[in-house]
């Protein structure tokens, strides 16, 4: 039960942590490069393909050699992740009393208003996103994700950073002075409301709340200003 509860906060974390400041659409852009779609690979040690297998077409979820939700292509990843919940805080999204409960335990911040209350006055400010279109077979995109850890310091790795489509930055990791290691280009930027920073034009805000302050937070950040951390 405590796995499953912890699994199910773990979800919860999944489904606000892509409550953006800017377009939804920025994932689903058609625009950005695309290459070509992988050839088929055998997988040794599987059974013979009969002839209906042969004629029923496979379903790809993007179009590179190996997609990371592929749920065939690691037993760890299919056992943690449940492609039926969405990444994408909505209006009307009601929540496990047990996952909230341990939600709410990571970091108490005193008298927490009732979950449902707070989204409401959240969805008055922003609107609730779009419903996320399916996967492209013919599309592959690429990214990449930096923390604001040393490990990077004298890699050299910022024109690979860079030469990705998306590019997600963490917390307040520092390009100034060190674009030789880990580039300067920012697609989207992920914070709590402790570690927020500005964002130059271009770059989408992703907020990663672990208390439902964070979400007043959000809601304020966008209306009264009323609440400052």
């Not at 402790?194 to 990663?208: F, Y």
Request: hydrophobic share 35%.
């Amino acid at each position: 039960m405590a796995m499953r509860r912890r699994l199910c906060a773990l979800t919860l974390a999944a489904a606000v942590l892509f409550i953006t400041l800017a377009s939804h659409s920025h994932f689903l852009s058609v625009t950005l490069p695309t290459r070509g779609p992988a050839p088929p690979t055998g997988k040794p040690g599987t059974e013979p393909v009969t002839t209906e297998a042969r004629t029923r077409p496979l379903l790809r979820l993007c179009g590179c050699t190996s997609c990371v939700s592929d749920l065939e292509s690691s037993d760890w990843f299919r056992q943690r992740y449940n492609p039926h919940k969405q990444p994408i805080l909505k209006q009307n999204q009601s929540v496990e009393g047990g996952a909230l409960s341990w939600w709410k335990m990571l970091q108490r911040s005193g008298n927490d208003r009732p979950l449902q209350e707070v989204m409401s006055e959240l969805f008055r400010v922003i609107a609730s996103p779009p419903e996320p279109l399916k996967p492209r077979s013919s599309l592959c995109r690429s990214c990449a994700v930096v923390g604001n850890s040393g490990n990077l310091l004298k890699s050299e790795y910022g024109a690979v950073i860079d030469s990705h489509q998306s590019v997600f930055r963490m917390n307040r990791a520092q390009t100034t002075g060190f674009v030789q290691d880990v580039g300067n280009r920012s697609t989207h930027h992920f914070m709590y409301p402790e570690s927020a920073v500005d964002l130059n034009p271009g770059v989408h805000m992703v907020l990663v709340p672990f208390k439902i302050r964070d979400l007043e937070w959000l809601r304020s950040a966008l209306s009264t200003g009323d609440i400052t951390t």
